[in-house]
């Protein structure tokens, strides 16, 4: 076993469910990956960063971690990276300094979006867009698992190109 397949098992053990899941993008799916069992053990995780860190695409000024699973993965991949952080909110606070993006200005900066799964790709794809909003220049994402279910076509045609350190087939 190769230590890639190793890793996958292993992510695999700690995170695939089975049942039945309504997902964030209302499909239905008989398989789930619990994101945060494998972000809960520190070891695993820093080794999917490690890996990860050299998927990110050169000229990556931020990484910008999407709220929830996102933030974990993105703080991780960071001390590997050493990369200025954004920590992404589904909705901007509502008060203090009413940010959206917390960390590392985005703005004018070339920012990579930072996920734990992609189905849809619609999260990404919805933070994708609030972050150019604030003037980010977003044409990369990279996850820990894409499920393969139509994420990187939703993407490519937002103009993002999206990195996976595991698909769901290595999950299988
Ligand atoms: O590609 P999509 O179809 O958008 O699905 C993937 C999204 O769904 C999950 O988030 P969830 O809503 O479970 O949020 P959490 O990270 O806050 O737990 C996952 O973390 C992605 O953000
Ligand atoms: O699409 C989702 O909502 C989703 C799928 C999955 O496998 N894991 C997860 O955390 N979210």
Request: proline content about 2%.
């Amino acid at each position: 076993m190769t230590a890639s397949e190793d890793l996958a098992r292993r992510v695999r053990d700690v995170s695939r469910l089975t049942g039945e899941f309504v997902l964030r993008s209302g499909r239905i799916a008989d398989e789930y990956f619990d994101k945060y069992q494998f972000e809960a053990d520190p070891a695993l995780l820093d080794q999917l960063a490690e890996r990860m860190a050299v998927l990110i695409p050169e000229g990556t000024e931020v990484l910008a971690g999407l709220e929830m699973g996102g933030i974990a993965v993105v703080t991780a991949l960071a001390r590997h990276a050493k990369l200025p952080t954004a920590f992404v909110r589904k909705q901007a606070k509502q008060y203090g300094t009413a940010r959206l993006a917390e960390g590392a200005e985005v703005a004018g900066r070339r920012v990579l979006v930072v996920e734990d799964v992609v189905t849809s790709g619609g999260q990404v794809v919805i933070s994708t867009g609030e972050l150019r909003k604030l003037g980010a220049h977003v044409d990369h994402a990279l996850c820990v698992i894409d499920r393969q279910e139509g994420g990187t076509a939703a993407l490519a045609a937002e103009g993002i190109t999206l990195r996976a350190l595991l698909t769901r087939e290595d999950l299988s």
